[in-house]
């Protein structure tokens, strides 16, 4: 609805990234200049701050830490992993929000994360359509899964992506270091696309990565593993593996299944992690070499220190066009992003995609970017991924450390 | 000897670093420029290129290449964990290093690394006089550990204290994402001296660190540890722990050997790692809430991408000083750090120490640095750590990824 007047809410959901406080920043940044927004809000762990009313006054904060924000990893407002019920069952948390948001007269809503939170924004933004509510509602993606149905890619995959192949080439250095034979078992993040742990074909890319790279999209054989790596293995006798957590064997098992009992989050889905020690301890008693077994584990998704520019702003251009969109009177809609290339050189434009496309629809790896042995990219997903971790991005330095952004928070919630 | 004309050798040994390159670009640039020196060969594998006639001749390396190993991580010659007999028991060895020194005319003899390394450096100088073969040797010092006897502190120790504290920043700000509570406990390498663990505290001193740190110069208990975590876990609910996989109990048991079984390396000593698992586990049971073990693993010794502009010229000045000192007419020793404080600020001047004096030495974390619990760093640690990490080092970056150094390896050695 056009020329809707009326305070705004941003919530930042899910896993947290480098740059979802870039998106953050976006948003405030361009919320507070429109004439349109009356009060800007900054819900505290995302749905979870609507419910309970507990929301910042963004108009509080100093600008220049609203500028931080662009290279402060994490979430700055506090995240959330809330399901909300299916409305036709059990429609209370929705009435409460509308409550919420007819209080405080909140006329647009923006909601960053990933699958999950679009799920949770497109659900929100039915029911208050129903409701006759007018309240714009955009989604801002962000996840270093990359797995975002209707964009390119999403905000947090290039800075990730980054990490993971640096790494890498880091990580290739320090493993060739003695003669003596090693393999290395690296366990990217990555649930039920493998975006993440392809990345570290990057770093191969440069003459310095992985032999081998396995993602969920190919069923797992440990048999297949094995005799992949006693080929690199009998021919250099130093072996790097890329492994994504999110591996599976046929029947749908983890591998990490095969280490420890699993325990599932909010949404169900199985906390992962343990692959790399458990390849790591079956490569040991198959080759009787030096084998490490090592977690990029939280580091992947908070190394703002090693954030990719073209992430990061594109990040920030992602919050600000939502509120551009919503206050040109565009509802029901998630940011996306759409790549072209002009006179050959990447460049990459703002489009909206309805919400109901991106809710719950998983983007993976296309199989055609998999070498046919399942085992390595292929120069598609090189041409890919190579314009999304361009320039250098990390945060200002005092006494050779981070400087992050800190808020006020100042309480704008009437129930705290 | 002073007047000593003749060719110079360079190893590196021991576990690599991201500034062990640094200091060997300081050694070739400066004795590639050295009149008395007439051939510059880089050993491959440290003392095993030596003794297997397997070396470069680094004067047909691209000087291009020689500065960017300024900054890059690992040992690009190749590193070895070889220990060398007891002159006193078989001295086979030493005969066949100075076999091949005669042969080579070597004259002035160059070895960079941590304890180990510096007795192997001595034991080799002690002979060389024995056997009345004039040759020079100087030791550079290396090691992430900061446990060499004799200097201020140890080229490389700088930039992994500050990949540590800038790590635990970010992990700081990823695990205060959910308003549910959560222990993070950090592995940090240290085998018998808690430096690097102690660096965490940097980050604390941030506002954004551990608040519990654990070094192996306190025995270890699990109650007080569960305890000190309770108070914290009470107050507050979320709890990072740093710990370094060293830490012993009162009986010299590691606490990784809760876990699983311990290899030996070639020194004897044993294969760490695993402790943060072990004590993950443990939190979990006593609190119930989610735990994170995470360990640093290789990367915190290869992060060139976040080293100190202090450590790599430090480095890169240590590997030019021992150069300038054998040339000048000093055998037997080992480049040294001392600090001064010019007008209050820092200043690292260099010095020579005895070989024996460093060889085996171990230098630990004083206690009186360490707080009267034994779970925190006191501001003395803070005051002595800062300098060491200020200014921002990393590769130059073509296409979002490091360049790293490429070496021809133009072999001189004859027997190859």
Redesign the interface.
């Known amino acids: 609805m056009k020329d809707l007047k009326g305070a705004c809410i941003f919530g930042q959901s899910g896993?947290?990234t480098s740059v979802i406080n870039a998106s953050a920043a976006g948003v405030f940044i361009q919320a507070l200049s429109e004439e349109n927004i009356t009060a800007v809000y900054g819900a505290?762990?995302g749905i979870?701050g609507i419910l309970e009313e507990d929301f910042y006054d963004m108009s509080r904060e100093d600008p220049e830490q609203l500028e931080l924000l662009k290279t402060?990893?994490?979430?700055a407002l506090?995240?959330?992993?809330y399901k909300l019920k299916n409305p036709d069952v059990d429609d209370s948390d929705y009435k409460r929000i509308l409550e919420v948001f007819k209080k405080y007269d909140i006329r647009y809503f923006f909601y960053n994360g990933g699958n999950d939170s679009m799920d949770t924004t497109n659900k929100i933004s039915k029911f208050l359509q129903k409701s006759g509510f007018d309240c714009n509602v955009i989604g801002v993606p962000k996840t270093i899964d990359n797995d975002l149905f209707g964009t390119d890619h999403c905000p947090g995959y290039g800075s990730a992506a980054?990490y993971v192949?640096?790494?890498l080439?880091?990580?290739y250095?320090?493993?060739?270091?003695?003669?003596t034979p090693m393999i290395t078992v690296v366990e990217i993040m990555g649930r039920n696309a493998g975006w993440l742990t392809a990345a570290s074909a990057?770093?191969s890319y440069?003459g310095?990565g992985p032999d081998l790279i396995y993602l969920p999209e190919i069923p797992f054989t440990m048999e297949k593993f094995l005799s992949d790596v006693r080929k690199v293995y009998e021919k250099t006798g130093k072996v790097i593996v890329a492994f994504s957590e999110g591996c599976k064997d046929s029947d749908g098992k983890y591998i990490a299944e095969m280490g420890a009992s699993l325990s599932k989050d909010a949404f169900g889905h199985a906390q992962l992690g343990g692959a790399a020690?458990v390849l790591a301890a079956r490569a040991r008693d198959e080759f009787g070499c030096k084998v490490?077994g090592?977690?990029f584990?939280?580091?992947q998704?908070?190394?703002?220190?090693?954030g990719?520019l073209?992430d990061v702003m594109e990040a920030f251009a992602a919050g600000r066009e939502a509120v551009r969109a919503a206050v040109s009177g565009i509802t029901d809609h998630m940011v996306a992003f759409e790549r072209t290339y002009v006179d050959g050189l990447y460049n990459c434009s703002m489009k909206l995609v309805n919400l109901s496309l991106s809710a719950n629809t998983e983007k993976t790896v296309p199989r055609e970017w998999i070498n046919e042995e399942g085992n390595f990219m292929k120069d598609e997903f090189i041409e890919y991924a190579?314009p999304l971790?361009?320039?250098?991005s990390?945060p200002p330095?005092v006494?050779?450390?981070?400087l992050?952004a800190k808020l006020r928070k100042v309480q704008a919630g009437k129930n705290k």
């Open positions: 896993g947290p505290a762990h979870r402060t990893p994490s979430s506090g995240s959330v992993r980054r192949a640096t790494t080439m880091e990580l250095h320090d493993a060739r270091v003695y003669d990057l770093a440069k310095a020690a490490r090592i977690e584990s939280l580091m998704r908070c190394a703002a220190h090693l990719s073209t190579i971790i361009q320039g250098d990390h330095y006494d050779g450390l981070p992050f």
